[in-house]
């Protein structure tokens, strides 16, 4: 199992730390170098919009401390970025000039957020949110900030609103779609979700465009197509882009994001794979091929990819899901979403509970829950365990009900 | 600083100082405990943290919390009388000495 150069991952992110964190857990006794080119240890994302951050040693969103590294031998290169990579002579190359052979080479780079392409977008107090450094310069800007304008309602936005809200300010979210989140969850939804943010107090424009932020020097209002808002803050979040420009650059197939077997293997180079928001994928409940954003795609590529290195065969298998926190919704989904025939929604047991329960003809795939974590877990279970679910089997039921009931009958759901 | 041990399935025990105010889950992740998984990073999100915890401890722990609970029914490993989530277990002073059994399965 060990070899001379070992495995080099790319990238020291949450899929990252998967892949090493599997590969020593799985007894893999080669190198492993992790390349991560930003200043802190690996750390998780979710909580970055989720509350206000202003302490640099209080966040404690690492996800393990660095004596986890040591102690499994990995060498952790932060501050360290990965500039190019030499497919034929199977070397990385680093900023600085240094190359370092690889056996087994792992992208895990990520994804950066779209840039907002607006004049202005440069001034002092607009800010990205996606990195750490992000999260605290925002944390910052709130403790004083008295109108924060966000741009974009996907979660990301959604989420740090709520922050934002919480601690004061007059809030309002820009989005250009007509709608909250409007790929992202069913229409019921997004409907349900825009009325819980208007009730909290943040202000929703949709169908609303950005055309330039202003200020000297500094923000001081966004020029929106229905008027301008007086702005001290402004948080955009429209979107992010794989990272995949590496691969690109020694040509690997890519195509918004790198292209990957069911194994994450690169397609063109059987030493590559590649994991998380920089891969795209094939996937058992998808028609075609997929790049996803979540914690759970980026954990268990991470975890296939450092178990086959070590020796192990499954191909990738894992039902997605997703969890966003806004303010007091948590809002969960279990399943892919896309290609449905059928949402149907239902009251859950408790006012500020529901399910909207997606099918696929008459088969359920997804399942997107409000402030119910057991409806979706028990959602989880059943996909995970393909038990088909119709949608008459729901009629009058849960999906709690009918795993509850099959674990009754000995059968594990 | 409360001392908490940890019984992996595979029969070997790991000791760990956790830190009095934080959650179990953190003590495990924080030790690289294996079998924790806490995907969800302490959300009551996931269920990956979940774990027995000792018969002579269950009282001083207490009761799972409503959410939790119902989340209890639908973990990979059995549930049993025992079962928390880990990230929802405070940790104090009072439970210096805490014994909890770390299941086979999390995902
Ligand atoms: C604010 C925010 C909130 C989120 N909330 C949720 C949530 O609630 N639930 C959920 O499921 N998901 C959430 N996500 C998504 C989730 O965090 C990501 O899907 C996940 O972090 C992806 O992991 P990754 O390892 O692929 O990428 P990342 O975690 O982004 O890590 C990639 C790392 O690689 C580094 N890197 C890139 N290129 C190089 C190079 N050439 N050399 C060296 N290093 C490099 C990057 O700097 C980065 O540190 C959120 C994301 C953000 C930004
Ligand atoms: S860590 Fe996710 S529920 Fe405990």
Redesign the pocket.
């Given at each position: 199992m060990t070899s001379a150069a070992g495995v080099v991952v790319?990238?020291?992110?949450?899929?990252?730390?998967?892949v090493v964190s599997a590969l020593r857990g799985a007894g893999y006794d080669g190198p492993v170098t992790v390349?991560?080119?930003?200043r802190?240890l690996?750390?998780?994302?979710?909580?970055?919009?989720?509350q206000a951050h202003t302490e640099p040693d209080g966040t404690r969103v690492e996800l393990v401390p660095e004596s986890f590294y040591r102690e499994r031998a990995i060498g952790l290169?932060l501050g360290?970025?990965?500039?190019a990579l030499d497919t034929a002579a199977r070397t990385v190359v680093?900023?600085t000039g240094t190359r370092v052979p690889y056996d087994h080479l792992v992208?895990?780079?990520?994804?950066?957020?779209r840039r907002l392409p607006v004049p202005g977008a440069g001034l002092d107090g607009v800010h990205a949110?996606?990195?750490l450094d992000?999260?605290l310069a925002i944390g910052r800007a709130l403790t004083t900030a008295r109108d924060v304008v966000v741009v974009g309602g996907g979660?990301?936005g959604l989420?740090?609103a709520q922050v934002a809200v919480a601690g004061g300010a007059r809030v309002t979210v820009l989005e250009l779609a007509g709608r909250l989140l409007s790929r992202a969850v069913s229409p019921q939804l997004q409907e349900h979700l825009r009325q819980r943010h208007e009730h909290s107090g943040v202000r929703i424009l949709t169908g609303t465009g950005v055309r330039a932020v202003e200020g000297a020097g500094r923000v001081e209002r966004v020029v929106t197509d229905r008027g301008v808002l007086p702005a001290d803050l402004v948080v955009y979040?429209i979107g992010?882009a794989p990272?995949d420009?590496?691969a690109r650059d020694a040509g690997l197939a890519v195509d918004d994001g790198v292209i990957v077997d069911e194994h994450l293997r690169s397609v063109t180079d059987p030493r590559i794979s590649a994991?998380?928001?920089?891969?795209r994928h094939p996937h058992p409940h998808a028609a075609g091929l997929v790049r996803?954003?979540?914690?759970?795609?980026?954990?268990d590529?991470?975890a296939l990819v450092g178990r086959r290195i070590a020796g192990s065969a499954a191909p990738y298998r894992s039902l997605p899901?997703?969890?966003?926190?806004q303010g007091a919704v948590k809002l969960q989904i279990a399943g892919l979403r896309t290609d449905t025939d059928e949402v149907r929604v239902v009251p859950g047991d408790s006012p500020d509970r529901l399910a909207a329960y997606a099918f696929r003809g008459d088969r359920l795939v997804a399942a997107e829950t409000l402030n119910w974590p057991a409806e979706h877990l028990a959602a989880r279970r059943l996909l995970e365990r393909q038990v088909p679910v119709s949608a008459g089997d729901l009629t009058g039921s849960t999906l709690g009900a009918l795993a509850r009931a099959r674990r009754g009958a000995g059968v594990r759901a | 600083m409360p001392i908490v041990i940890f019984q992996l399935p595979d029969g070997t025990e790991r000791k760990v100082t956790a830190e009095s105010g934080t959650a179990l889950m953190q003590a495990a992740v924080s030790n690289g405990v294996d079998g924790i998984v806490a995907e969800?990073g302490g959300?009551a999100s996931c269920a990956t943290c979940h774990v027995y915890v000792d018969e002579q401890h269950t009282a001083l722990v207490g009761p799972p919390n409503g959410v939790e609970e119902e989340m209890l029914d639908f973990t990979a490993a059995e549930r049993r009388a025992t079962s928390r989530l880990s990230c929802q277990v405070r940790l104090s002073d009072a439970l210096d000495g805490l014994v909890v059994h770390v299941p086979e399965e999390q995902v």
């Open positions: 790319v990238g020291g992110g949450q899929a990252g730390y998967s390349f991560a080119d930003e802190h690996p750390y998780q994302r979710p909580p970055l919009s989720k290169r360290e970025r990965v500039t680093t900023g992208l895990a780079t990520g994804a950066r957020n949110l996606r990195s992000d999260a979660f990301i989420e740090l979040g992010a990272r420009e590496l994991v998380g928001d920089c891969a996803l954003e979540s914690v759970q795609n980026a954990t590529q991470g899901w997703f969890w966003s926190d | 969800c959300n």
